[in-house]
């Protein structure tokens, strides 16, 4: 079996470019300065995969408890690609505190570098007025709740960065990495009450 991969969590509300700044990430962390391929895990990819039953034949509570379930497989999916082996690239909206908390628990003893995906009000909402699968405004009422954590290993900002450059602001922190703790490191050691310096 092949040593643990390295997974890069992108982390952002809705509509903040984190499935584009993905696509370009497996095109940057390609070549000879990276051991393997990426792959590109997407938790929207996971909501995608249920049967089409309409959430109006389900109680609120059913609707909560298919989305909890959701969510805790691709936590468990995204580790499990990991400690096969693999190199993964995964987007997330870490918008309800357990979210967090159990991908500290499934991923612990994995390389996990966490990336702020930032933009502004203003260009989600246009974003989401593009789509048109989205109620206007969702993306904006995430934003606190998504960062409230408030650590990571890097961030950015696509409001007016292109997903490309984002991309490559992530692939150069990879390729200097500074020792020390991770930002799972120290959300860990803060959930558990222990100090853990930056």
């Known amino acids: 079996m092949s040593p643990p991969g390295q997974i890069v969590l992108l982390n952002g509300a809705s509509?903040?470019?984190?499935?584009?700044?993905?696509?370009?990430?497996?095109?940057?962390?390609?070549?000879?300065?990276?051991?393997?391929?990426?792959?590109?895990?997407?938790?929207?990819?996971?909501?995608a995969m249920r049967a089409a039953r309409p959430t109006t034949q389900l109680s609120p509570a059913e609707v909560t408890d298919v989305l909890t379930r959701t969510r805790a497989g691709f936590h468990r999916a995204v580790a499990?690609?990991?400690?096969?082996?693999?190199?993964?690239?995964?987007?997330?909206?870490?918008?309800?505190?357990?979210?967090?908390?159990?991908?500290l628990e499934v991923m612990a003893g994995l390389d996990?570098?966490?990336?702020g995906v930032h933009c502004s009000a203003e260009e989600l909402a246009r974003r989401e007025r593009v789509r048109g699968d989205r109620r206007i405004g969702q993306a904006a009422a995430q934003v606190e709740r998504?960062?409230?954590?408030?650590?990571?290993?890097v961030e950015c900002d696509t409001t007016t960065t292109t997903p490309y450059d984002c991309a490559v602001r992530i692939r150069d922190f990879l390729l200097a990495r500074p020792p020390g703790p991770t930002a799972f490191d120290r959300l860990r050691a803060a959930a558990a009450g222990r100090p853990y310096g930056r």
Do not use: I
């Open 15 to 47: 509509s903040a470019g984190k499935t584009s700044l993905a696509g370009q990430l497996l095109t940057v962390l390609d070549g000879p300065r990276f051991r393997r391929p990426y792959f590109h895990l997407s938790v929207d990819a996971f909501g």
């Open 80 to 103: 499990g690609m990991a400690r096969a082996g693999n190199d993964v690239v995964a987007d997330h909206v870490l918008s309800e505190p357990w979210r967090l908390r159990d991908c």
């Open 112 to 115: 996990v570098v966490l990336v």
């Open 146 to 153: 998504v960062h409230a954590h408030g650590v990571y290993d």
